[in-house]
Each structure stands twice: as structure tokens, then as C-alpha cells.
């Protein structure tokens, strides 16, 4: 990268496979981390191009560790929490932390659920003061704070036997171990709780057109892993497991706009623009017609649904992140990306110049977490995030830096 500064190379990371010695070849220790020989840290910074301020990662397989990084890689501030992360945090207009925690009594309802949900939804002042709690301990995924102490989150909700027998396909017999399916909900709460709107997936999702993808568990449909409030007043969300960004009228709760698995993906973070495209981050698994996986993130006209603006490695094979991800447009008019299962972020200009990229260097496993049910799933220390959030300055005002 122009005017870029690179971290110190660690060389305890990577050692040669073999020497010689005495005309001998000998074995010598060599990172088995595929993560930490390719570099963790700050990987590069183009410094005329990148966009001011501080990114904000929550580590999945952390306690409930919350940092703010700046842009020459050093860690601004830290937040050690309650409760490991129910997926990400932002910060508010107000300055608070919105943070997503995992509820410490929610149901065990099948393996995967103790991975991505999440259910304790706090504001935090900078001193690291809880000023407001809403749990329900049947969220997951996205849990967007508004800012005014609303809150628009996805939770479940177990199907009757006959609501389930109407949901095509999927897996066959992958229902959760106890035989049931569980579907999502979305609900907009109050500052103090009270439900001010909801909506049942099972309700207005029109199985015919979204049908379970075919190499999906039956145990959750349709996996909603966004949602987010238009200026319109409606809501738009991704469904992860059918393939399809939506848009739900808030008056009527039907669906009123459908981006298909033509265009995306099992994709993550579908957000509105200021000019009212749609920013999503496509994953890229079983992308239509393609049998070569890479993740890219799209911006969509609302209107007509084409993509105006795309972002793909130059090597498209080498940005791929399977599951979880994220995209955020900045103020200068860059996109922060988080590349989420190897805990990378970087940033891009609008003709797709990479100009900051850090990989999160903290790695730890789900053994201590009271995740028991996942441990066997993801036995690996892991540095992944599920999405990351920069601010300038300006929006942080209570940090002091020297």
C-alpha cells in the first residue's frame, strides 16, 4: 500500500521447516497456526486514504471482551464484560455501549444455538456502568439498539407440529433433538420493555418461495442474522438460510421487497445507505451458478435491484468468509469489511484500494464458556468477530488518548 506502515515482522510466529546441520536435515518447531503465520496485528495502513477513528471488535470466544483499535493497530480502549458476546457491539449517539451479551439461563434448544445467541441487551456508560438492561432469552443474532433505549432484535419461537410439517425443505430429519423447529420473530421494544411491534417469520414467509436451502438443518427457520430500521419505517432483514434479504412493511407485516438467492448468498448485514441502496455482505456459500466460493460485498438499488457497486479480492478465493460477516460504509465514503471466521477487518476505498487491514490477535476456544454443546464443533482457538463498527473521533469524545 502507498504511505503504508507495516507491524514489526514476528518471527516467533514462523520458523524454517528444517536446517542443516552436519550435513544433516533437521525438524524444527514450526507454527501450526495457519492464522498466526500469515501475521496477526496490524497488517498495513495507507494513512493519506483511510478514514479517521477507532473499529470496535468483540471476540466470540472472549469472556466479553470489547475493544476499540486504532488505525495504527494498537488497542484504544477495552471493556472486559459480563458475559461473553451474543454476537457484536456498536456505540450509541449518546456515547454508551451497546453490547450484546449471552443470556446466562436461556434454554438449551439445540448444539448450535449456544453459538450465536445472545439475549442480555445493555447500554454502558464509558465508565463501564450497565444505565439500561432488556433480556429475553430466546434473541440471537442482531439485537439493534436504536438509540433512544428501543430496541429491534430477532428472537424464536417453537412451531406447533403443524407449522413445522409446512416448512419445506432442509435436511431431512434435522429437526432439534427434541423433534421441534423453532422459528424467528422479530420484535421492537421500548426503553422499559414494553413491545411496541413483532412479527412471526412463520406467519409471512410464503414457503413456497422460501423454502429451506437443501444443506440447511431443519432446526431453525429462516435464520435471521440482520435486522435493520428504513427511514421509511420499515424493516429489512437477511435470512441466512433461505437465501434472501427482505424488506417487511411495518404496517402490515407482509413482504414488500425480496432480493433472491440469484443475487446473494447465506448472506450477513443488510443496512440501508444514505442514498437508500442496500449495503449487504455476501458470504458466498452456494452462490447460484458458481462453484467457486468467495465473499464480496454488494451495494443494491433499491429500485431496480441491481448491483451498483461491488467489492471482491483481486484473488476472489482468497476474502471468504463462510458464516457471519460484515459491512459498514463510512463518512469519507470507504466500506469497513469484517472477513468475521478469521477475525479480519479491513477497510476499502470506492474503487476498492485497500487502505487499512488488522487481524485480531486474541485466540481463545468455547471451554469455559458454558458452551459445552459446540466445544466438539469448534475445538480450535479462534480470533473470529461477527461484525466490527468504526467511528471518528467526534463520535467518541469521552475517549482520551495519548
Not at 496477526?40 to 470496535?56: A, F, I, K, N, Q
Amino acid at each position: 500500500m502507498p504511505n503504508a506502515v507495516s507491524p514489526p515482522r514476528e518471527t516467533s510466529h514462523l520458523e524454517p521447516a528444517s536446517l542443516k546441520k552436519n550435513g544433516n536435515t533437521q525438524a524444527v518447531g514450526m507454527e501450526q497456526s495457519t492464522l498466526h503465520r500469515r501475521g496477526v496485528g496490524l497488517r498495513g495502513v495507507d494513512y493519506s486514504s483511510v478514514s479517521p477513528g477507532y473499529t470496535l471488535v468483540a471476540h466470540l470466544t472472549s469472556p466479553g471482551t470489547v475493544r476499540l483499535i486504532a488505525n495504527d493497530g494498537t488497542e484504544a480502549h477495552r471493556w472486559n464484560l459480563l458475559y461473553r458476546p451474543g454476537r457484536h457491539a456498536r456505540i450509541l449517539p449518546n456515547g454508551n455501549l451497546a453490547y450484546n451479551g449471552v443470556h446466562p439461563d436461556a434454554p438449551r434448544l439445540f448444539p448450535l444455538w449456544q453459538k450465536y445467541r445472545g439475549g442480555v441487551m445493555q447500554q454502558i456508560d464509558p465508565a463501564g456502568n450497565v444505565v439500561s438492561e432488556h433480556r429475553d432469552p430466546m434473541a440471537h443474532h442482531d439485537q439493534h439498539h436504536l438509540g433512544n433505549g428501543e430496541i429491534l432484535y430477532t428472537t424464536l419461537e417453537e412451531l406447533t407440529p403443524t407449522q413445522a410439517a409446512t416448512i419445506p425443505g432442509g435436511i431431512p430429519d434435522s429437526e432439534a433433538p427434541d423433534g421441534k423447529v423453532y422459528a424467528d420473530c422479530i420484535k421492537h421494544v421500548s426503553a422499559t420493555g414494553e413491545v411496541l411491534w413483532s412479527w412471526k417469520a412463520i406467519e409471512h414467509l410464503d414457503p413456497k418461495i422460501f423454502p429451506l436451502q437443501p444443506h440447511y438443518a431443519r432446526e431453525h427457520y429462516p435464520l435471521i442474522n440482520s435486522v435493520y430500521p428504513l427511514k421509511d419505517g420499515n424493516i429489512l432483514a437477511s435470512l441466512r438460510s433461505v437465501s434472501a434479504v427482505i424488506i417487511i412493511s411495518r404496517e402490515t407485516g407482509s413482504i414488500i421487497w425480496h432480493l433472491d438467492s440469484t443475487v446473494v448468498a447465506q448472506q450477513h448485514c443488510a443496512s440501508e445507505l444514505a442514498n437508500g441502496n442496500i449495503l449487504i455482505f455476501d458470504n458466498g456459500t452456494f452462490r447460484h451458478r458458481e462453484s467457486a466460493t468467495y465473499s464480496r460485498v454488494i451495494e443494491v438499488n433499491r429500485s431496480t435491484k441491481q448491483i451498483v457497486w461491488e467489492y471482491k479480492d483481486p484473488h476472489p478465493m482468497t476474502f471468504f468468509t463462510p458464516f457471519m460477516g460484515g459491512a459498514q460504509r463510512l463518512e469519507n465514503g470507504n466500506t469497513l469489511i469484517t472477513e468475521a471466521a478469521f477475525g479480519r477487518v479491513f477497510e476499502v476505498t470506492a474503487e476498492g484500494k485497500m487502505v487499512w487491514e488488522w487481524v485480531n490477535e486474541e485466540f481463545a476456544d468455547y471451554k469455559g464458556l458454558d458452551a459445552g454443546e459446540i466445544e466438539g464443533y469448534f475445538d480450535y482457538p479462534a480470533n473470529a468477530l461477527f461484525r466490527a463498527y468504526k467511528y471518528t473521533p467526534e463520535q467518541i469524545p469521552w475517549l482520551k488518548v495519548d
